[in-house]
């Protein structure tokens, strides 16, 4: 599977951004589907993953109960709806997909190019 994602930008803290993530392949509804972000100088990091039923979802605890994983299969495309955005929450966000179900970044096989979320204070 191919994955693009979009909706990144510049937002004031407090605000909103919904990032998407496209995907080719006629698989796309048997895929795990996470999203991952990584700051300047640091690590990439576990942001939220969703099951292929769009039943189960799983949230880092810096963004629980501020960020909602959803997907929609007929679309092909998995989206991040962010809300109350910190500045820490300033970095390249990348989606990513796996047949496996995984929270670590070396877990997931498929990678969109990503797409940079700048909050300002």
Same mark, same amino acid.
């Given at each position: ?32 589907? =996470?999203? @991952? ?5 640091? &690590?990439?990091?576990? +942001?939220?993953?969703?099951?292929? !039923? ?10 629980? =109960?501020? @960020? ?5 299969? &007929?679309?092909?495309? +998995?989206?991040?709806?962010?809300? !109350? ?37």
């Amino acid at each position: 599977v191919q994955l693009q994602a979009s909706g990144g930008g510049l937002v004031e803290a407090g605000g909103s951004l919904r990032l998407s993530c496209a995907a080719s392949g006629r698989t796309f509804s048997i895929y795990f589907l =996470g999203w @991952f972000r990584q700051a300047p100088g640091k &690590a990439r990091e576990f +942001v939220a993953r969703i099951s292929w !039923s769009g039943g189960s979802t799983y949230y880092a605890d810096s963004v629980s =109960g501020r @960020f909602t994983i959803f997907r929609d299969n &007929a679309k092909n495309t +998995v989206y991040l709806q962010m809300n !109350s955005l910190k500045p820490e929450d300033t970095a390249v966000y990348y989606c990513a997909a796996d047949y496996n179900d995984g929270l670590g970044y070396d877990e997931y096989d498929y990678w969109g190019q990503g797409t940079l979320v700048t909050v300002s204070s």
